[in-house]
């Protein structure tokens, strides 16, 4: 009898976790099934194979959902993060595993108690940040530990970018994941760290003025700015004693500098909404962040506000958006600012057909070992291969993948409410994640302690 895997969301991220499933559906005896609201933008060599169902499924239409649960083996939940939660809810009724990529919601982790009852997995934080990030992490932690190391800094960057080939507009960037998280991004509380044994917090004013620099060996220079709470995995990670903890985002240089521009205008707000917002001139909606003035230009208001001079680099990143432009108008109908941002940035950041992304990682792990302080340096840089088959879908959906098959395999057999940072998951995956071109280069460094090329500090 096949195994039946329930995939439940089919969109960008998930074109390699597919095309796993099937390249290993008949060695592995697997009969996949994949329950999206619109099938029809499921590719033909995905949904005519004879051992993959697709079907029409609204998620919160609960005798069908439960129907398809029900009559899986086990679950993978590609849905938004907030819609996990009935799933994982169906998983518990029917006795099923769950694998998602999003982080442990308070509502998931209520439900541990009933996993390990029943000795369920359930795998969460198994994609790229959070998930290979984890994993590749506590694979060097640990190897340091095993040999009477002891932990004196960790820092953690990630970056969802454009490919060097494809990098071809003065921000240096294009959307490879969903939009709106990086119009939003560091909004909602204070990124807060530890540097040097003290603690340090950047309110989100000021939080893409505060950069560290990283060199990735033949991709250049890259800035990282804060995530908004980089000690959520300190006890986690066996890191409480550690001197600097610190997780970021990492774009290429000056992207956070001309980023800021939007922040202090205001567009970036998510909190009210905007009455007359449809058909309003990308123009207008400039001027609606700027002082009144009787005879000014919208240009000459922004430069004045922003202190920016004619021939400064940040005003070419602005032309080149179109926000002056008066013929250009908005489609959506009482929208925040930062939703209106959003599809303006959407027409120039798009990737092209014949375009490609870039995941970089950067990994820094400072310790001691035998009266000697050390630093290790990793990093994992991965192109994507087209459109559709992007890097970012990669590195998501190929540990997803992973670790759904070892479940089922009995590989990870621990049971419970969980993210990938025991050696049963990370080191299977991580090995086979080489495979597919997912690794990471390490170089041993001096140890720095912090980073004097920072302005963190």
């Known amino acids: 009898?096949?195994?039946?895997?329930?995939?439940?969301?089919?969109?960008?991220?998930?074109?390699?976790?597919?095309?796993y499933f099937l390249e290993k559906s008949t060695v592995e005896n697997?009969?996949?099934?994949?329950?999206?609201?619109?099938?029809?933008?499921?590719?033909?060599?995905?949904?005519?194979?004879?051992?993959?169902?697709?079907?029409?499924?609204?998620?919160?239409?609960?005798?069908?959902?439960?129907?398809l649960v029900s009559n899986s083996t086990i679950v993978v939940s590609m849905l938004p993060p907030r819609l996990h939660i009935e799933v994982a809810k169906d998983c518990i009724s029917f006795n099923k595993h769950l694998v998602t990529a999003s982080y442990v919601s308070d509502a998931?982790?209520?439900?541990?108690?009933?996993?390990?009852?029943q000795g369920l997995v359930f795998m969460n934080e198994i994609g790229l940040d959070p998930g290979i990030d984890h994993m590749s992490a506590m694979e060097v932690l640990d190897r340091i530990r095993e040999k009477g190391g002891k932990m004196l800094l960790f820092e953690s960057f990630t970056g969802g970018l454009v490919a060097p080939e494809s990098d071809n507009n003065l921000w240096n960037y294009k959307f490879?994941?969903?939009?709106?998280?990086?119009?939003?991004?560091?909004?909602?509380g204070t990124a807060k760290f530890i540097q040097e044994g003290t603690y340090k917090y950047i309110p989100y004013h000021k939080l893409f003025r505060r950069t560290e620099f990283l060199d990735v060996e033949n991709y250049g220079r890259f800035e990282a700015y804060a995530n908004r709470d980089s000690l959520k995995y300190r006890e986690a990670y066996g890191l409480n004693d550690v001197l600097t903890l610190y997780r970021g985002?990492?774009?290429?240089?000056?992207?956070?500098?001309?980023?800021?521009?939007?922040?202090?205008?205001?567009?970036?707000?998510?909190?009210?909404?905007?009455?007359?917002?449809?058909?309003?001139?990308y123009r207008n909606f400039t001027n609606l962040f700027l002082p009144y003035s009787p005879t000014d230009s919208v240009e000459l208001k922004l430069r004045h506000y922003l202190k920016i001079e004619q021939d400064d680099i940040m005003w070419d990143k602005l032309i080149e958006l179109h926000i002056f432009d008066k013929n250009r108008t908005i489609s959506l109908d009482k929208a925040t600012p930062a939703q209106?941002?959003?599809?303006?940035?959407?027409?120039?950041?798009?990737?092209?057909?014949?375009?490609?992304?870039?995941?970089?990682?950067?990994?820094?792990?400072?310790?001691?070992?035998?009266?000697?302080?050390?630093?290790?340096?990793?990093?994992?840089v991965v192109i994507g291969e087209s459109q559709t088959h992007t890097a970012m879908a990669k590195t998501v959906g190929l540990p997803v993948a992973m670790a759904t098959l070892n479940i089922l395999n009995k590989k990870i057999t621990t049971s419970g409410v969980q993210i990938p940072i025991k050696e049963e998951v990370y080191k299977p995956i991580l090995a086979e994640l080489k495979d597919y071109g997912i690794n990471f280069n390490?170089?041993?460094?001096p140890y720095l302690g912090y980073n004097p090329d920072s302005i963190l500090s």
């Open 442 to 445: 390490e170089f041993h460094v």
């Open 176 to 188: 490879t994941w969903n939009p709106r998280n990086v119009v939003v991004a560091g909004q909602g």
């Open 108 to 117: 998931i982790m209520e439900l541990d108690k009933d996993a390990k009852q």
């Open 1 to 19: 009898m096949s195994r039946k895997i329930l995939v439940l969301g089919a969109g960008k991220s998930t074109s390699y976790l597919l095309d």
């Open 249 to 281: 985002t990492m774009r290429r240089i000056g992207f956070s500098k001309a980023w800021n521009m939007f922040v202090q205008l205001g567009m970036t707000d998510d909190s009210y909404l905007i009455e007359n917002s449809k058909g309003m001139s």
């Open 30 to 67: 697997l009969h996949l099934t994949i329950g999206d609201l619109n099938p029809k933008n499921i590719p033909d060599h995905v949904s005519d194979r004879s051992n993959c169902e697709v079907v029409a499924l609204d998620i919160f239409n609960d005798v069908a959902r439960k129907n």
């Open 340 to 380: 209106i941002l959003q599809e303006i940035l959407e027409v120039s950041w798009t990737l092209e057909s014949d375009e490609k992304d870039m995941i970089v990682m950067y990994h820094k792990f400072g310790y001691e070992l035998d009266g000697e302080k050390k630093q290790i340096d990793a990093n994992m």
